[in-house]
Structures are given as C-alpha cells and as structure tokens.
C-alpha cells in the first residue's frame, strides 16, 4: 500500500532559524570555537563519523545503588551534586577528546536528570523515528544504569546517511502525527535506499553519547522492569565544563529545553 506522506520539504530549516539564529545557538558555537584552547587535543573519531558512541563509563556493581538513589529523586527532582559527580565519571580524556572534536570547541551540560521508564508507559512520539530538535549541534548522554540484556535496547539509532536525504525530504522535524515507527515503508515512499538500524545492547553502566540532532533515532520501552537512565544534553560553550557547572546555573532541570541564550530572543 502506498504511504501517504504530508511532508514539508525542508522543514529542518525553520527548525535551525529558530534555535540557531533566534535563540543564538549558532553565534555561540561560532564564538566558542573561536576562543577553544586545546584543538591540539582533538581527534577525528567515531562520534563525528558514526555519530553515536558507547563505553563503559561506570561498573555495573554500582548501578543498583544508584538506580535505589534515582527512585529516590524521581518526585523530588534532580540531584544535581549525583548528576555532576556521573558527569565527570563520563567526562574520561578520552570521551573528552571525542566530545571537542565534535564541537571543535568546549562544552557543558545544558540539563541533565534522572529516568524511571517503565514497560506500561503510554507510547509517545519520541518512539517513533525522529532526531532532536534544537540547534544544529547538541549531544545527548544516556548514562544506562540498567542493561538491555532481559528489557532489550533503549534507543535504536540509524546509520548517519540517512539522515541527509530525509532532511531534505521534510521527514526530519515533520508534525508528530507524521512520525513512523516502520522506516522501511517511508524510505520506499520516498524512493530512498533503505536505512541501516543499529540496535545498540548495553550493561549496566555502559554510556552512549549521541549526534541527537544529526542521527534518526527512537526509543523502545523496556520488556518487563522498569529502566533507569541518567540524560544529559551538552551545547558548545566558551568555558569548561567545570568552570559553566561551578557557576551553579546549568544543568536546568530536565525538560527545559533550549532557552534563548542571553541576549537572544525571550521566548513567547
Ligand atoms: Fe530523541
């Protein structure tokens, strides 16, 4: 049966007018590349060709407690002394060096927060095919703090090509209702090869950092046991990590999205 698609050639570009240029993302990455220290320390690795990476970050013999921790933030919102110390567990050299090689500049977390997904919750658009709305260049951190092994994957990412033509074809950042779970019918419609889909399995502990905005992903609710996830979303910036989280703004809650930064726009 032949798909029938209500797609906006194009629509990433209202999507970069609104976070790049009216929000000032893009003046920010520009600036922060600009004044960057340590280009000598950048590497042309797997996060800027693949446009996702997984690691161990922490052992799984610690993610239990941890995930008794989270249950206990769940409704009283974000640790963020937990959600920092996580951070610089992930933040190793080498992760470093792959994250400034991605930015061409430094970075910090612009929010971060802890996830219960459980296996009853209602589907949401995030689980169909989709990649982050936002500026051009953001990275999402899922820190897995429960394995794929007995729930399965949380997140299944497609190989980067596809992304291109698909940008171009109004499927990336469509209305919502136009979202598909099954990419093989939408590649056929368009008359686009097929897309490759990377399952990716995790332990506990395992960490994946990924081009949110430049790789079409979606979520897949666990099997049977509810999983628990710490996120965090990273944007270029003109000073450390360090120096950006000690200033004690950032990370804003989860769920905040990308406010203007200052001197752009205020939003509404
Ligand atoms: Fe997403």
Same mark, same amino acid.
């Given at each position: ?23 000032? @993302? ?18 042309? *690795?797997?996060?800027? $060709? ?15 407690? %941890? ?26 050299? $080498? +992760? ?27 589907? *949401?658009?995030?689980?169909?095919? =989709? ?27 497609? *190989?980067?090509? +596809? ?9 990336? @950042?469509?209305?919502?209702? &136009?979202? /598909? /779970?099954?990419? &093989? ?31 079409? =992903?979606?979520?897949? %609710?666990?099997? =049977? ?13 003109? +000073?450390?990590?360090?120096? /950006?989280?000690?200033?004690? /703004?950032?990370? %804003? ?16």
């Amino acid at each position: 049966m032949q798909m029938e698609l209500q797609l906006t050639p194009q629509a990433y570009k209202a999507v970069e007018q609104e976070f790049d240029v009216r929000r000032g @993302y893009a003046k920010q990455l520009i600036e922060a590349r600009r004044v960057f220290q340590r280009r000598a320390q950048m590497k042309a *690795e797997a996060l800027g $060709e693949a446009g996702f990476i997984k690691f161990a970050a922490l052992s799984g013999s610690e993610c239990p407690d %941890l995930c008794a921790r989270i249950r206990e933030e769940l409704d009283g919102g974000t640790d963020r002394t937990l959600a920092l110390e996580i951070l610089a567990r992930v933040f190793t050299p $080498e +992760i470093d060096r792959e994250i400034i090689s991605y930015f061409g500049s430094e970075y910090a977390p612009i929010e971060a927060g802890f996830f219960e997904t459980r296996p009853d919750e209602p589907v *949401e658009a995030t689980d169909a095919w =989709h990649c982050g709305a936002g500026p051009s260049r953001f990275l999402r951190v899922m820190v897995c703090l429960t394995g794929s092994a007995k729930d399965g994957p949380a997140t299944l990412f497609c *190989e980067r090509p +596809i992304t291109a033509p698909l940008k171009e074809a109004g499927y990336v @950042y469509c209305q919502l209702e &136009n979202r /598909v /779970v099954d990419l &093989n019918s939408l590649t056929d419609a368009l008359g686009l090869e097929r897309a490759v889909v990377v399952e990716m399995d995790v332990e506990p502990g395992d960490t994946i950092i990924f081009d949110s905005p430049g790789i079409l =992903h979606r979520r897949l %609710l666990p099997k =049977h046991e509810p999983r628990y996830v710490m996120a965090a979303t990273l944007i270029p910036t003109m +000073i450390s990590w360090r120096q /950006v989280t000690d200033a004690g /703004v950032l990370p %804003l809650p989860p769920g905040t999205g990308f406010p203007p930064l200052p001197g752009f726009a205020e939003e509404g």
